[in-house]
């Protein structure tokens, strides 16, 4: 089988720890920056990883996709708040077969993806994974890992075995979802209470976990996002709250990515991760009140009152 | 019609202001101090009040109730958290016909003291006031001021609405209630959301009006107040959160006590205010989720993992 040429498209906590894996293990990689492409340019890319560390001095990078090959694989590892972007970020990079893999958080990001490309191969990507960018072109990651990946639209079933093996290869776990729908709600089942309570108490998920209340919140919140994917005809069990619950529990202490949006003072992901779900409940009639309240709590914050 | 003698029990906001009102009018009126008392010796009372500032000299300022004499009134004006002290306390103030108002925030509070005096005229008093105590003895009065009074057990309604008169002759607005419950849970319409809110996202009450999503969150928690008093037997009109927001709108940028309590590190009047209406609700069948939700966000940070 031919092998793969990646893009990545925003080299942060996801982009460069998945894409620099990759090109670790030998595979053809490209990576678009931002403000880091100078810095990157002069001393490549370094990943801090629980698995182990590297330095990759020489790496494909670049400041603008119009410098760009064309890819078999493209990873949108960008903020969703700047989706709006990739209409004119994608183009160089598309050839007649490229994927386009969303790994972000939310829901409907795909979808509104395909209203720009109808015809484009897209899937999203769920990464249970905590890593965060710790200076330029400087990635640390802390625990976990695994990449979930399924098909949202064309016939990319094969190639997204094979960048699963890919990863698999460079020592990734990975996984072929073939239901994106529900990988999406089980990826919110953890995003939802984490992200918004670490913002709003201004804490870890390790502190949450600690108090009985915001314990109990944290599966309340759970709860209410299994109940909606349900009502959304997304079949999840409630034990699933319990497994998520558990596991990070086993977590080493964590700022998930939207508390460190809010003390980078950068947007947090609001729409994708809070309003899009809350639509979608309030479309198939189920009330997420712990949810609405906590995304109320997050406009303040955003708006910047706090 | 003969004086009647006042104690104060806790000379704060409340108390600094209600007592020294009262006293500044002419009134016998004896205050228990904490902290305060030597300074207070010295220094007097004084009370900067946007109805007229006033500084009290001399005032009949005690450490211990058991110097204190018999009184026919007593403000208890102490933070609930404190009212177990209140059978060790009250005592040596009580006469045959002494009638205790506890102006305080929360519910139950009159029932769990009833419970150790199961004889004693017992009443409560909702004060509508932004009043903040900024120093040692001297209280900062910025609006409103209206106290109310209700009788909870015992033959005290002629001697309440003295009390009122008191008031009214000292430029204090007041209000006899025939419906304590009513006028409690009226109260809790206002405490529940802005005291803890102003708390989890440490704001004011101004900024969280003007901030589209939490006055919407405001008015949620209000209905949810509002449910639960109805369902509890409370008639109250959902027109009322709407008077208390308009009356908010107009009202200076203000700290509720629980915000004053969280950033002089003291403890959150949690179980009155929160704790004891979602159990009454709870035990009348009706959910109030979203107050449940910052109930458990407070005991985070009561707890001090903030």
């Known amino acids: 089988m031919k092998k793969l040429r990646y893009a ?15 090109a670790h293990a030998g595979n053809d990689v490209h990576f678009l920056f931002h403000s880091d492409y100078d810095y990157v340019r002069e001393n490549g890319l370094k990943v801090d990883s629980v698995i182990g560390d590297f330095h990759l001095n020489k790496i494909n990078a670049y400041n603008s996709t119009a410098q760009m090959p064309p890819c078999d694989v493209i990873f949108v590892c960008l ?17 007649e077969k ?32 905590c890593s965060n960018k710790i200076g330029k072109g400087h990635i640390a990651h802390l625990d976990y890992g695994k990449l979930t990946v399924g098909s949202y639209q064309g016939e990319n079933e094969a190639l ?33 209470p984490y992200n918004g309570m670490c913002v709003v108490l201004n804490t870890t998920t390790e502190r949450l976990m ?16 299994i109940g909606a994917a349900n009502a ?17 529990l086993r977590m080493k202490p964590y700022a998930p990515s939207m ?5 980078f003072k950068r947007p947090l992901e609001i729409e994708a991760i809070y ?25 303040f914050i955003q708006n910047g009152y706090c």
């Open 8 to 22: 990545v498209i925003g080299t942060g906590a996801l982009g460069g720890f998945y894409g620099g894996m990759l």
């Open 79 to 95: 903020k969703t708040n700047n989706n709006k972007m990739l209409a004119q970020i994608l183009p160089p990079l598309l050839h």
């Open 98 to 129: 490229t994927c386009v893999i969303l790994i972000q958080n939310g829901l409907h990001i795909e979808s509104n993806l395909a209203a720009d490309f109808p015809n484009l191969s897209i899937a999203g990507g769920m990464a249970f994974i």
């Open 160 to 192: 997204l075995k094979q960048v699963c093996c890919d990863l698999e290869a460079a020592n990734v776990p990975a996984g072929y979802s073939d239901n994106l729908e529900e990988s999406r709600w089980k990826k919110l089942v953890w995003n939802i």
């Open 210 to 225: 600690q108090n009985k209340e915001t314990y109990d919140l944290i599966r309340d919140l759970m709860l209410e996002v």
């Open 232 to 248: 959304c005809g997304v079949g999840i069990e409630e034990g699933f709250a319990k497994d998520m619950l558990d596991s990070t």
């Open 259 to 263: 508390k460190l949006d809010y003390d």
């Open 275 to 299: 309003s899009e779900p809350l639509s979608a409940a309030c479309d198939a009639g189920f009330d997420m009140p712990k949810v609405a309240m906590l995304e109320q709590q997050l406009h």
